[in-house]
């Protein structure tokens, strides 16, 4: 297969009412060929599908979604127009949503009276069959108005099939459908469930009272039950008004995010201000922000200072100055000083459009529990079908009275709903994923969720992650038998420190400036991962390095004083970083990273959560011994090289440690991998390279563990949501064939199923 005709379609299904429409979807689209995955997730309401343009393309996919009855319409990556392609979703979504709620304030009336009407004829039987003293007080005066308020048997029967017809054939559409298309393709959902007994249901009452006597020659009771068509399609479409509502508010930090955006900008154009649409403007433009106003796109300042509100973007409430030459993102607010902007990103490419990208795939993308879900939802609903078949058979057999096996076999139909188990796993991910997102956290798939569930151990990179990355030298010490001089070594140290991107050389290069050092030249530049680096002087044709022990060893030079250097505790704490002249080891700069204010209560936290903390660094063992005594944390990792971080975090988990590792997210990119949940500190500049499952929008401490935290809260909401989903059903499936449940009651009680099961998810949003 082509990778370069790798394709990915993200689009919006319109029609689905159940996890196993999604399933249906899905497994129709995966058969097609050219389809290496699809993805359809009920909650969003969205496919996602990566495909290979050679072989299938975007219409053959809608035609075989259209095939399974549904409708998908293609997410746009630019604007259309003025309100954009996200604005056109929700004109569609209002649109659709006002249909539902004319439908349900039909509905809703008739259904309230024929309940009342049921349960005075429930009253009556039981009456009737049962004498009860209690019973004639509670629905004594109900069962004698009830007959005197309303019309005779006959009319009211007809009227019922009036009100009926209208349930079914227009609010209840959709279940009517349903049941058609499994007649004729052999796929069934949730609503084909509904369909079919509320049509039988009904089809059963019309057939009595249209064709009376071919009826009472069939031997068939004149029994009606316009009333359980009426209140179940009621019942259900007021639950999925109510779920409607829920999972809207589920993904409210999600629209929330698409609509932090600027709509314009004022950019200078010839000398002159001029205001235009954020979409017209290009990477190079210069924008001119005043206070209070919203920055329109990503960029650098060129002009001006002001303090910046960024937490939208990092969920840090306190601002962040920016002078000329820092980096400012779209979406936040500038508050209190004109500034000059030059535009760097555009389009797909701003920090807020990687985080709603970000939090959309997360929302897409689907928990390995999901998985299992899914599975049981694709087989759950021909199962139910077949139980329905088998109860009306018994029953019939056992009664000789087709109306109870009717009854009897609606109520199995419509209490089997698998709307709660679909539901149960993408709402806790969907509001996860957006308190994570409000709170500068980002949950790059679904599955963060579960891998945080058994973890035993978080494992911190030590530069950047638990010190503020911003190493400075402390000290020059020269080695006694060859007497440089402080500044000497300070400039053959700087001298080769100027060509690297290291943060010990940038630290080294920085106090050569602070004591205006004069720089030699180097040639044959070379720089030694986890080592250090080398050179030969230009003018002398000397060789010098810069780096630890094993540089020195590996040059073979003398490593005895070195090692008198590395054992002095007197020098303090720091990198040892050992300068070597002609083949002598001449001196030592110690460099030194300040510790996190947050570190040491971070890591008390997470031992109160139960976790193991290791630290693991490329520093000397008695440097980082002394900073993990000092944050008091239980393993260190020391004299370890960027390339065997990975291996380390294996061994670990060898050890049966599973172990969330939490590093920078651009050098710590394999360990990141490697471990059972990965965290990057990541500017957010780098949210779309970044490993790991976890991004964290600021350099916080705290936020990891909040991350962990909500990881835990979310995937226990989920477990909670499936028991509940599937105890339901296990409970009352059986109910339901031994004739205890009336469908009336089934209806309700499924449409609450699914509604508490979104309602326990948006609880995440209150942790």
């Not at 985080?355 to 689907?366: D, F, M, N």
């Not at 370890?640 to 990975?646: A, F, Q």
Request: glycine share 8%; proline share 3%.
């Amino acid at each position: 297969m082509d990778n370069d005709k790798s394709k990915k379609l993200n689009a919006k299904v319109r029609g689905m009412h159940c996890a196993s429409c999604a399933a249906s979807i899905e497994k129709a689209v995966s058969k097609l060929p050219g389809v290496k995955s699809a993805s359809v997730n009920y909650a969003t309401k969205k496919a996602y599908v990566d495909y290979d343009e050679g072989q299938v393309n975007v219409e053959k996919i809608r035609e075989e979604v259209a095939k399974t009855g549904y409708e998908i319409e293609i997410e746009k990556e630019k604007s259309e127009e003025k309100g954009g392609m996200h604005d056109h979703h929700k004109m569609m979504e209002d649109a659709e949503f006002e249909k539902q709620r004319t439908k349900l304030h039909f509905s809703l009336p008739v259904t309230i009276i024929f309940f009342f009407l049921m349960l005075w004829e429930v009253a009556s039987r039981y009456r009737e069959s049962i004498p009860n003293p209690l019973m004639d007080k509670i629905f004594g005066p109900l069962i004698s108005w009830v007959p005197n308020f309303f019309l005779p048997m006959e009319l009211f029967n007809t009227i019922s099939f009036i009100f009926a017809s209208a349930v079914l054939f227009w609010v209840g559409s959709g279940f009517v459908k349903a049941a058609g298309r499994f007649f004729v393709t052999g796929r069934a959902n949730m609503d084909t469930l509904i369909g079919l007994g509320t049509f039988v249901a009904y089809f059963y009452s019309s057939f009595i009272l249209l064709f009376s006597q071919a009826a009472r020659t069939l031997g068939l009771r004149e029994d009606f039950y316009y009333d359980v068509t009426i209140v179940v399609i009621g019942f259900v479409f007021l639950g999925k008004y109510f779920e409607a509502k829920t999972t809207g508010k589920a993904g409210e930090a999600m629209r929330k995010l698409m609509e932090l955006g600027a709509k314009k900008a004022r950019i200078l154009e010839n000398g002159e201000e001029k205001e235009i649409d954020v979409d017209q403007v290009k990477v190079g433009d210069i924008m001119i922000v005043r206070p209070s106003e919203k920055i329109p796109l990503d960029g650098e300042v060129i002009e001006g200072e002001s303090n910046v509100d960024e937490s939208m973007l990092t969920g840090e409430s306190m601002p962040v100055e920016k002078k000329i030459g820092a980096q400012v993102f779209g979406a936040t607010i500038n508050e209190d000083g004109i500034i000059k902007i030059r535009v760097t990103q555009t389009g797909e490419g701003t920090v807020l459009s990687q985080i709603i990208k970000t939090v959309e795939e997360a929302q897409g993308s689907k928990a390995p529990i999901q998985k299992l879900v899914d599975r049981i939802s694709g087989i759950f609903v021909p199962i139910i079908i077949a139980v329905a078949v088998a109860t009306f058979a018994v029953w019939y057999f056992l009664t000789g009275e087709i109306s109870i096996a009717l009854i009897n076999s609606v109520a199995v139909l419509v209490i089997a709903c698998p709307c709660a188990l679909g539901l149960a796993t993408p709402t806790a991910i969907m509001v996860g994923t957006g308190k994570g997102a409000k709170n500068g956290i980002l949950f790059k798939t679904g599955d963060s969720f579960e891998r945080a569930k058994n973890i035993s151990m978080v494992v911190f990179d030590k530069t950047g992650t638990l010190t503020k990355g911003a190493p400075e030298v402390h000290k020059i010490v020269s080695n006694p038998e060859y007497s440089f001089e402080e500044d000497k070594i300070l400039k053959i140290a700087a001298s080769l420190a100027k060509n690297s991107e290291h943060p010990l050389s940038k630290a080294v290069h920085e106090k050569s400036i602070q004591k205006n050092i004069q720089l030699a030249d180097f040639e044959n530049f070379k720089e030694i991962k986890g080592h250090g680096l080398s050179a030969v002087c230009a003018t002398h044709k000397t060789d010098v390095l810069m780096g630890n022990k094993k540089l020195l060893a590996e040059n073979s030079l003398d490593t005895s004083w070195a090692d008198k250097t590395l054992e002095d505790e007197t020098l303090g704490v720091g990198t040892r970083l050992f300068i070597g002249h002609g083949g002598k080891v001449v001196g030592v700069l110690i460099v030194a990273d300040e510790v996190r204010d947050e570190s040491k209560k971070i890591i008390a936290d997470l031992k109160l959560m139960g976790l193991k903390v290791a630290m693991i660094t490329g520093d000397n063992k008695n440097t980082a011994e002394f900073i993990a005594k000092e944050l008091e944390i239980d393993k260190v990792l020391a004299e370890v090289l960027p390339s065997e971080k990975s291996d380390e975090i294996k061994r670990l988990q060898e050890e049966g440690e599973k172990v969330v590792f939490v590093g920078d997210g651009i050098n710590d990119a394999p360990s990141l991998v490697q471990a059972d949940l990965g965290i990057a500190m990541g500017s957010a500049t780098d949210i779309a390279k970044e490993a790991g499952q976890i991004i964290l929008m600021q350099n916080n401490l705290e936020k990891v563990v909040r991350a962990i935290q909500l990881s835990k809260i979310t995937f226990r909401t989920i477990k909670q949501n499936l028991f509940w989903a599937f105890i339901y059903n296990v409970v009352a499936i059986p109910l339901a064939v031994v004739g205890l449940l009336n469908p009336v009651i089934a209806a309700a009680a499924m449409a609450m199923s699914s509604v508490s099961v979104v309602a326990n998810s948006l609880r995440i949003y209150r942790r």
